[in-house]
């Protein structure tokens, strides 16, 4: 039998999203009074109000009460950690929600953490291709970073945030009175990524934070209101970075890298806003090692970091093999974001010299004290 040329028509088409979803933030000491107002111009039938079980005790019940006069409220809960961002968590997550009628007019609000936001987030975008979605963050890194954000993704069983979407939140409402519960290092670690700002941003904003007294709700409204006008600021001077984040690292990547490693190094031990500090000073020192930025400027943040108690003791689990096998170790070589001088928002966006890299890990776990 002689073989003949398959009789192929091919067709193609251009695909371009071009939806642009206005997101209104409001950032203030009892914002959370806002939540009825401003979930009404988006005509629930129903409302999912979901949390980590910590979170269900504290807050749930109040936050149902705001809304269950005039709606359908239910809660659903998960179980809280970073071990459990994982999809059988969003699974469950959408078993409950159409379990109760959840439908394409339904809104879906997060109350609680990053690892809340980032699992109800990517269930928000997939339910039904994309339903409303209110964010309530309730600790302070959430308040600064994950709220205002529209990336969402869970861990697979070695890589951070390895599974994802984006999705824009409708109304994000940062009401600093939910973190009054926060214990200190919970709160600290927020201040992870605000300071990630100000070090590349601003370091104006590095000196506030210096002094700032955390225990102030007018404080922590300031520090939520600066870092996400400086994230904005920085994604209006990215002009389509939302199409190119696999091939460019922007300063919000700063010290990400390593601080992803670092958590899943050994989940739960660090906090995000911890692991991504270790991460900075490792890649800004790598950074100066090859020769893009001086050494005052890496001394300067590893002593900013050390005053803000964000430099956590890594236990024995930190090796320098085991950080290496972590970072080259997987088939993409990573992609870093480097600092070229403190306060300057134009990062490197690039790889490192395996050789560099393990230098700048020995160095920083050699000296850590
Ligand atoms: N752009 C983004 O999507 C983005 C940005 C930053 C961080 N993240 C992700 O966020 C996660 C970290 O978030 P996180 O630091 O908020 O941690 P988290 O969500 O794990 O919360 C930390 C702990 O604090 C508890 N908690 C939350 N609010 C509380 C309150 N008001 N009072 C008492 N306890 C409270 C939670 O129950 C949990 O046990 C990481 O997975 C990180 O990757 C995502």
Redesign the pocket.
């Known amino acids: 039998m002689t073989k003949t040329q398959a009789d192929i028509t091919h067709l193609d088409f251009e695909f371009k999203k071009t939806y642009t979803t206005q997101v209104e933030v409001l950032v203030g000491v009892g914002a959370i009074k806002e939540l009825p107002k401003a979930i009404a111009r988006l005509k629930p039938d129903k409302i999912f109000i979901v ?5 269900a005790e ?2 749930l019940e109040d936050v149902k009460k705001l809304l269950s006069d005039s709606y359908e409220v239910y809660g659903v809960t998960h179980d ?3 071990s459990n ?1 994982k999809l059988e968590t969003v699974a469950e997550i959408s078993t409950e929600f159409f379990a109760h009628g959840g439908s394409t007019q339904s809104v879906i609000c997060t109350l ?7 699992m109800v ?1 990517l269930f928000a975008s997939i339910a039904y291709r994309g339903v409303h979605l209110i964010n309530i ?6 308040q ?3 709220a205002a ?5 869970v ?1 697979s069983e070695r890589i ?2 390895a599974i ?1 979407s984006y999705k824009a939140p409708d109304i994000v409402i940062i009401d600093p009175n ?6 200190p290092r ?1 709160l600290r ?2 201040i992870g ?1 605000a300071v990630k700002h100000g070090l590349s941003q601003d370091m104006e904003f590095v000196n506030y934070l210096l002094k700032a007294d955390y225990s102030d709700p007018e404080v922590l409204k300031h520090i939520a209101a600066t870092t996400i006008s400086l994230k904005i600021d920085h994604w209006k001077h990215s002009p389509g970075m939302w199409n190119d984040t696999k091939l460019v690292r922007r300063l ?1 990547h700063l010290g990400h890298v390593t601080g ?1 490693i670092f ?1 899943m190094i050994h989940l ?1 031990y660090l ?3 911890e692991a ?1 500090s270790h991460g900075m000073v490792i890649e800004t020192y790598a950074s100066h090692l090859l020769g893009h930025i001086d050494m005052e400027s890496v001394e300067k943040m590893r002593s900013v970091l050390q005053q803000l108690e964000l430099l956590y003791p890594l236990d024995e689990t930190y090796t320098v093999d085991t950080i290496m096998d972590r970072t080259y170790g997987e088939s993409d070589p990573p992609l870093f974001a480097l600092l070229t001088e403190l306060g300057n928002p134009h990062v490197l966006s690039t790889e490192i010299p395996a050789e560099v890299y393990r230098e700048a890990v020995s160095w920083y776990l050699s000296s850590r004290g």
């Open positions: 949390c980590d079980t910590n979170i504290l807050y809280p950690k970073e961002k609680g953490g990053g690892v809340t936001a980032n987030g963050p309730t600790t302070l890194m959430s600064v970073d994950s954000d529209v990336k969402h993704s861990n951070k945030n994802g939910f973190l009054k519960s926060l214990n919970g670690a927020g990524e919000t992803k958590e739960d906090t995000h806003g991504i």
